[in-house]
Structures are given as C-alpha cells and as structure tokens.
C-alpha cells in the first residue's frame, strides 16, 4: 500500500475558506483522490485518531482544535504517496515549513497547522481505515 496515504485538511483551513485551494493543490500535485468527505469529530473520536501523542503535552489542545470544527478527511494516491504528501505539506512548524508547502501557505501555528498527514505506509492503511469504509474509497 505504499501508494495510498491519509490526510485531513484541519478545521483552521476549512474555516478560513481554504479546502478549496487546497484541494487544488493537492490534485495539480498529481494525487488522486480516492476518498473524501466532511466530517465534524467529537473530542473522544479526535482522542482515539491521536491515541499515538497522549502523553505529549500538547494533546488535550491538539484533541480540543482537531474537534472544533469540520475537516476534510482525504485518501490520496500517489507513487511513495506518504512522503509525497508529507513533503507537499512542509514540516509541522510552518514557521519552518519550505517555500511552495501546503502550511508555509495556509498553517498559522504550530498547533493550527492546516493539514494532516501520515507518517508511514502502516499508519496510512490505519488511519484511512479509522475514517473511511470500503464503499467510501473509489
Ligand atoms: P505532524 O502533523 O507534522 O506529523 P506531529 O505528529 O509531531 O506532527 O504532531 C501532530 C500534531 O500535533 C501537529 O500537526 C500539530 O497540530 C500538533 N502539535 C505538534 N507539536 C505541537 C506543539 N509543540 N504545540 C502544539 N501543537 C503541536
Ligand atoms: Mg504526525
């Protein structure tokens, strides 16, 4: 599965009105889309998708902003497609995120990061089975 990965477009990017532009981006990139919705997490759903960072002690803010409000949740194709979208994304600070990368452009912190992406071929096929069933992946 090394070319599939998972990926949300925050609730800071959705509203401030950049799903749209962001989306863009991702298919000018080269990726397919092969799931996509809208979704609105409760706190325990956002605990449970970030179970990983519990004891960092950004969590509660973490789970808190990620419950907000809604987010696009994304299946992306693309050969090496975890890094492919990781590099796309720029580092989780967008203070130090490269010129042209998704946060440079639409992050404002380095909690509000608008995007999210996995970080192995393992935790993809998790993470988009966490959001997505299989008659919602095209
Ligand atoms: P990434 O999203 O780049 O994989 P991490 O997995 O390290 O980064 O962290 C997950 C998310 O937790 C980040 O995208 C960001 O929203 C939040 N986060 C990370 N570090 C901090 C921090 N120091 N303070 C507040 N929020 C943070
Ligand atoms: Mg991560």
Not at 3 to 26: C, E, H, S, Y
Not at 58 to 69: D, I, K, Q, V
Request: aromatic share 8%.
């Amino acid at each position: 599965m090394n070319n599939l990965t998972f990926g949300i477009i925050k609730p800071d990017a959705v509203r401030a009105g950049n799903a749209g532009a962001i989306i863009q981006k991702i298919t000018d990139a080269g990726f397919k889309i092969r799931g996509m919705k809208l979704i609105h997490q409760s706190k325990a759903q956002s605990e449970g998708f970030y179970a990983v960072h519990k004891e960092r002690p950004f969590f509660s803010e973490l789970t808190e902003f990620m419950s907000s409000g809604v987010c696009v949740v994304l299946a992306l194709e693309k050969e090496n497609a975890v890094k492919a979208w990781r590099d796309l994304m720029g580092a989780t600070n967008p203070a130090e995120a490269a010129l042209g990368t998704l946060r440079k452009e639409f992050a404002t912190s380095i909690g509000e990061n608008a995007v999210h992406g996995s970080d192995s071929d393992e935790n993809a096929a998790i993470e988009i089975a966490y959001f997505f069933s299989k008659l919602e992946l095209v």
